[in-house]
């Protein structure tokens, strides 16, 4: 049962590049999220989908994008990669909302140099 | 708006002896309270949750916490710290006026021997 699955893991990216982080899901889960956790901050949301098709900016969206064309898949997308994004992202999924557990991924650690 | 507060950012303690991490939120809504948990290099793991049933919340490896309206509070205990226990906990809410589950910033848990 695997759960949440983020790849890659780890990856340094050159200011400017770009690079999409994909999220899957085996628990036929509507709801996805990407989160960016730093240091100090917690854990602050990127964008959420409710649902195939669907994507909604969270906290803070500015310099990412998502696509959600199948429901086992959430991928987040960065156009052109800035320093300030090195951070370790995470994937979640939940069946819904409310009193639902949210389940995380493992984490993809990415640089920005 | 609905906000969550750590008040330790580091807590150590002796092997043996009780844990308390502490959380309040602020909420306009009944609120969902979760706790959890990530050890090194690992994704975020449920400890709890409470979801307007009992106020008083088991969870997994002896944790619980007490959810008090009146103090609006969500504080973590464990009787008897162990080494594993050493990790990053992470309380968190979510509201029926949001759509996303917000972070405190997190307590990282020293045990010493």
């Known amino acids: 049962n695997a759960g949440v699955t983020q790849t890659p893991k780890f990856r340094v990216l050159k200011t400017g590049q770009s690079m999409t982080l994909l999220c899957a899901q085996d628990m036929n889960h509507e709801y996805m999220y990407w989160y960016r956790q730093d240091p100090g901050m917690g854990l602050r949301l990127i964008h959420y989908?409710?649902?195939?098709?669907?994507?909604a900016k969270g906290e803070v969206p500015d310099g990412y994008n998502v696509s959600r064309l199948k429901k086992q898949n959430f991928l987040l997308g960065l156009e052109s990669a800035a320093p300030s994004q090195t951070s370790v992202y995470f994937c979640?999924?939940?069946?819904?909302?409310?009193?639902?557990?949210?389940?995380f991924g493992e984490g993809s650690w990415l640089t920005v140099v | 708006a609905q906000s969550v507060t750590q008040l330790d950012s580091h807590v150590s303690v002796s092997e043996g002896t009780p844990v308390l991490l502490r959380c309040n939120y602020s909420s306009s809504y009944s609120p969902s309270l979760f706790w959890y948990v990530q050890h090194p290099n690992k994704g975020l793991q449920l400890l709890l949750k409470y979801t307007s049933a009992a106020t008083l919340v088991k969870g997994i490896n002896g944790f619980e916490a007490e959810f008090k309206k009146s103090e609006t509070s969500f504080h973590l205990t464990k009787p008897s710290a162990h080494m594993s226990d050493a990790a990053e906990y992470f309380c968190a809410l979510f509201t029926g006026g949001g759509n996303k589950l917000t972070f405190g910033t997190g307590t990282q848990l020293k045990v010493e021997l």
């Open positions: 979640a999924s939940s069946f819904g909302l409310s009193g639902n557990t949210i389940y």
């Open positions: 989908s409710v649902g195939e098709g669907t994507t």
